[in-house]
């Protein structure tokens, strides 16, 4: 699975405006229900909420990848958000997350949800990837580059 197939430009933030976990997490779950108005933004924060409540998906070096499975979509969906600052999101190397990738996947769909997680997983493995995705201005830009680099894998 291509990150091409599932991530769309407009559901990029290059400047996330939160400043905590929760805030981040709607922030970025509002990005998928405008581009998918079948998904309610409150029940989507809620089930983000509840992932979360398991251990936190902020990963380390600076990246979260917060996801869930929810009813009333037939295809993973990737919203992805840069906080500039950084924010708490609880990681478990204890660091600020700069990086995220919301992944939402159709309930009923553990395959795809595991591979695209692990897809999202191994191209921030790249230190010098997300070095560039801090330093890329605009939505477009980082929309071509996580696109560019993800076919590189």
């Known amino acids: 699975m291509r990150l ?7 559901n990029i933030i290059p400047d996330l405006k939160a400043r905590d976990k ?16 079948s998904v309610d933004k409150n029940a989507l924060v809620k089930v983000l909420l509840e992932r979360e409540r398991l251990g936190s998906t ?6 979260a990848i917060p996801h869930g499975k929810f009813h009333g979509i037939n ?15 609880e990681s478990m190397d204890g660091q600020p997350v700069f990086l995220f990738f919301l992944l939402v996947a159709p309930e009923n ?19 010098s990837f997300r070095k560039m995705l801090m330093e ?15 076919e590189e894998f």
């Open 22 to 37: 929760n805030k981040a997490l709607e922030e970025l779950a509002e990005t998928i229900s405008r581009s998918r108005p």
């Open 109 to 127: 769909s553990a395959s795809v949800h595991l591979k695209a997680l692990a897809r999202i997983a191994k191209i921030l493995k790249n230190s």
């Open 136 to 150: 890329i201005p605009t939505k477009e830009e980082l929309y071509k580059t996580i696109i560019q680099n993800d």
């Open 4 to 10: 091409s197939e599932i991530l769309e430009a407009k």
């Open 75 to 89: 295809e993973p969906i990737i919203s992805f958000g840069r906080s500039i600052k950084g924010l708490d999101f």
């Open 58 to 63: 902020g990963i380390g070096d600076g990246v």
